[in-house]
């Protein structure tokens, strides 16, 4: 079972979650960040431009642009997650689901890597 987990995870088509990804980061995280939080410019521009990047990246087919950005939306993700445990937000139940964004990073970053390097071979 664990096997076939693996090859799904490897081998999945990643274009839907990195789609995903670049909504949640385009307009849903700079909307409910706002509203919860106040305007705090850097983090909007940074997940604006992660969020239009992450879409046109995804539809220009690049992997190495495609590796690049997942590493982003990776580190982004961590970033909020740390940023919400620095406010001691995190115990908020709203607020654990800014865990999926990082799982979903983690799974796109997974396939995608895999899927670069094994194109370089």
């Given amino acids: 079972m664990l096997k076939k987990l693996s090859d799904i995870l490897n081998?999945?088509?990643?274009?839907i979650v990195e789609l995903l990804l670049g909504a949640i980061w385009l307009v849903f995280f700079p909307i409910i960040w706002t509203g919860q939080y106040g305007v705090n410019v850097t983090l909007l521009i940074i997940s604006i431009l992660l969020g239009s990047s992450l879409i046109k990246g995804t539809c220009g087919r690049c992997l190495k642009t495609k590796k690049t950005l997942a590493y982003g939306s990776f580190l982004f993700s961590i970033a909020?997650?740390?940023?919400?445990?620095?406010?001691?937000?995190?115990?908020?139940?709203?607020?654990?689901?800014?865990?999926?964004p990082l799982l979903m990073s983690i799974i796109n970053l997974s396939a995608v890597t895999s899927q670069y390097y094994r194109k370089q071979k």
């Fill in 11 to 15: 081998y999945y088509d990643s274009e």
């Fill in 80 to 100: 909020i997650i740390v940023l919400l445990c620095l406010n001691k937000d995190i115990s908020t139940p709203s607020n654990w689901l800014w865990t999926l």
